[in-house]
């Protein structure tokens, strides 16, 4: 007897979410489309997680799979790679566990992507609600993006032209979260897309590469995502409830990690080598949305020279090989910086610096 393979393979990585785990389930039990697999890979939760999981196991007649991992791997990416390549579909749907799908996500997903022959389907906007639970209602919900963009009010092709997609990623048009994403499962084994193994921000870098590599990359008006908002998530958490070297430390680490990861992937790519300026718009924007989401109050809150030593002692770490691109890093940190304090001339000064070590980094890129 042969197995039946999915249409949709659904994704989700899971730690501790013992309070809205039921509420994921339930969003997927009641999808008008019914050919799917649920793949949820448990980051070796400490609470009920797991144990609410198994129990919904017999409600989903064989779609439902969870896989627990032996060891915490700090961050969502190992989960979301594992649970890629156990998928059978033809297409693969990300959700985070404690968020929800509308009855009809996948319907609309799927109809879509068969349609337009999509690498990825790109929602432009979703559903926010609060840490309190889903009342069935979505008229009380209200609808979000931070992409800066005029939206779409019919499913449209993006441009083809990754100079175009570049410009567009600089000016904040991409929402770089994989749950507005519908993937065909082949692009990303065909195109080894992956997600980084770092702390944070591994969605950004997953996405990024979808824009990059994928063809058929269409954009739709329809809203299928609720989003829960939560105290008590890592994106969330307030850096006064932290220790404050720690905290830097994780943060710094994994923004030199992601950069790293960009520039790696980029320079596997003939148009970036050839084009290097389109590559340091993609770091621009990566570090402005980065720095912007963690830096300004901690920038106001602690003394600058307590900065400077623990991101001197962040930056040591790393080999030579990377000094250019530390350097750089470390110019564009200060620069923002001063622009928190808008001080034009300075701002002025280390521009100039930025640009004399981007014309360094394309010579070592040429040699």
Not at 240 to 246: A, L, R, V
Not at 285 to 306: A, D, G, T
């Amino acid at each position: 007897m042969i197995e039946k393979i999915p249409a949709i393979s659904v994704i989700a990585p899971m730690y501790n979410v013992e309070k809205y785990i039921s509420e994921c389930l339930d969003s997927l039990l009641n999808q008008t489309f019914k050919d799917f697999e649920f793949i949820i890979v448990d980051d070796r939760s400490t609470d009920r997680s797991a144990e609410i999981v198994e129990s919904y196991i017999s409600k989903f007649d064989g779609r439902l799979r969870l896989v627990k991992l032996q060891k915490n791997s700090g961050g969502a990416g190992t989960p979301r790679n594992i649970a890629i390549q156990l998928s059978r579909g033809e297409y693969i749907a990300n959700i985070d566990s404690d968020d929800l799908f509308t009855k009809t996500a996948l319907e609309e997903f799927y109809t879509v992507a068969k349609k337009m022959n999509a690498d990825v389907v790109h929602c432009e906007k979703n559903f926010v609600m609060t840490d309190d639970h889903f009342n069935g209602d979505l008229s009380k919900l209200k609808i979000t993006s931070s992409e800066q963009v005029k939206f779409v009010t019919v499913p449209t092709y993006e441009t083809t032209k990754l100079n175009e997609r570049i410009v567009k990623y600089s000016k904040s048009a991409y929402w770089g979260y994989p749950w507005t994403k519908f993937c065909r499962r082949d692009f990303l084994m065909e195109n080894d897309i992956k997600f980084p193994t770092i702390m944070t921000r591994d969605d950004i870098m997953f996405c990024f590469q979808c824009i990059c590599l994928a063809k058929n990359y269409v954009r739709v008006p329809n809203v299928v995502n609720i989003y829960r908002i939560r105290d008590d998530s890592h994106s969330h958490v307030s850096e006064s409830n932290t220790d404050f070297e720690k905290y830097l430390n994780k943060w710094m680490t994994d923004l030199i990690e992601g950069v790293k990861f960009m520039d790696n992937f980029m320079n596997g790519i003939k148009f970036f080598v050839d084009n290097p300026q389109f590559k340091y718009m993609a770091f621009d924007r990566f570090m402005q949305e980065e720095l912007n989401w963690y830096m300004k109050s901690l920038y106001k809150k602690y003394p600058i020279h307590k900065f400077d030593k623990i991101l001197r002692e962040i930056f040591s770490k790393f080999s030579k090989d990377d000094t250019a691109l530390i350097t750089f890093m470390f110019s564009m940190i200060n620069i923002y910086r001063i622009k928190l304090q808008e001080d034009k001339e300075t701002i002025k000064l280390l521009n100039k610096q930025v640009e004399t070590l981007k014309e360094k980094l394309n010579e070592q890129v040429k040699l």
